[in-house]
């Protein structure tokens, strides 16, 4: 399903909003997980080391032992499994779904305790689990069609992807991640990007506030921003990520694009 694609792509590039990574980037919050409140929560310890997680994979029906390597990364430990339940089982196997399924219920466990209080245990992470594999099982049965003309997009899977300006396809000079959010009642918009350089490895970002009429337009702004931002420092061959789909087929499209973002 996309958005289990979605989330192994976070889970494999460290992109998940942990309390690790989240106090990392600057967040003034405890990085303690927040099931045990032992461990910094990384990926490593709430996918594999958290009692709970342990609990999870070895009652699982594939009794995996995720403590049994500490010394292996949490990246290798992923890959190695899809590797194996893949080459095992083939493409339609039962057991990688399943080893989804069951990374995806602890993430919606944490969750839970995070954004509604609640304490995940065994029961609820076993149904948020079988919820998963019959989502799974209805995806895979009636998939969602794709258009063929938006197939090999780069960054996550799912994303759609335009190229506008002279096409470019090797490696960028630059990676803008764009936003942009609007409050209706005051039409305040809250524009920002985030630039990494790709040579460089060197991250910076600029943002502000603008008036617009609507989150189609606040997110043009910011991606436009963007744009200008970059140009002004010499940059020509850039990759912007956007989450605005109507962007992405605008530019695509240019000929019906909405004419408040023309």
Not at 103 to 115: D, E, P, S
Not at 165 to 177: I, K, R, Y
Not at 245 to 258: A, G, K, N, W
Request: glycine letters at 6%; proline letters at 6%.
């Amino acid at each position: 399903m996309p958005k289990w694609k979605i989330f192994l792509w976070k889970l494999f590039h460290n992109g998940l909003a942990t309390t690790a990574n989240l106090s990392y980037r600057g967040l003034a919050i405890s990085d303690k997980c927040p099931s045990c409140n032992l461990e910094p929560e990384t990926s490593q310890h709430i996918f594999r080391f958290c009692s709970l997680a342990t609990a999870a994979w070895q009652t699982s029906k594939l009794c995996i032992i995720s403590n049994a390597t500490p010394l292996v990364a949490f990246k290798d430990w992923l890959i190695a499994w899809i590797h194996y339940f893949y080459q095992q089982d083939g493409y339609n196997g039962l057991r990688l779904p399943e080893f989804v399924a069951i990374l995806w219920a602890i993430w919606q466990g944490r969750n839970n305790k995070v954004f509604n209080g609640t304490i995940p245990d065994l029961a609820l992470l076993r149904s948020f689990q079988d919820k998963g594999i019959q989502q799974h099982f209805t995806f895979t049965t009636n998939p969602i069609p794709r258009p063929s003309s938006l197939h090999g997009a780069p960054g996550p899977p799912g994303f759609l992807f335009a190229h506008f300006g002279s096409a470019f396809c090797e490696v960028p000079q630059l990676h803008l991640q764009v936003d942009g959010s609007w409050k209706k009642s005051s039409i305040l918009a809250g524009i920002a990007w985030i630039a990494d350089h790709v040579t460089t490895q060197a991250t910076e970002g600029q943002g502000g506030c603008i008036y617009v009429e609507s989150p189609l337009v606040a997110e043009a702004q910011a991606c436009l921003g963007a744009l200008i931002w970059a140009q002004a420092r010499g940059y020509c061959q850039i990759l912007i990520y956007t989450d605005s789909e109507v962007l992405v087929r605008s530019l695509l499209h240019q000929d019906t694009q909405p004419i408040s973002i023309a």
